[in-house]
């Protein structure tokens, strides 16, 4: 099973800035994408806004960018606008797109 690291962006709507975290891409075996949000790194304030409903919000259809694919040994991966549900332990916060 491949991690990937990348800087994954984090918008509230509220701000105009993108903001970037720290976070990890995993191919699960069920062959969905689960991102590790690497919570010591977020303020407290954006994971609340975030994911404190226990949901996160993919306002836009996305692909996954070349370079995450080729790591995660994958070709293709579209994240579908939606609500995901929020996974969340000591050190992560995690969503399985």
Known sequence: MNSVYHKTAVKPAAERICPSFKS??????????????????????VQKYQFGQGRFIMPDAIDLPPDVLKRL?????????????????????????
């Not at 062959?31 to 304030?45: D, L, T």
């Not at 606008?81 to 916060?93: A, C, D, K, R, T």
């Open 24 to 45: 990890y891409f995993r191919l699960m075996p069920n062959q969905r994408v689960r991102i590790f949000f690497v919570k010591r790194n977020m303020p407290a304030e």
């Open 73 to 97: 040994g994958i070709t293709f991966y579209r994240i579908h606008s939606g609500y995901y549900p929020v996974l969340e332990n000591e050190h992560f916060i995690m969503i399985d797109l």
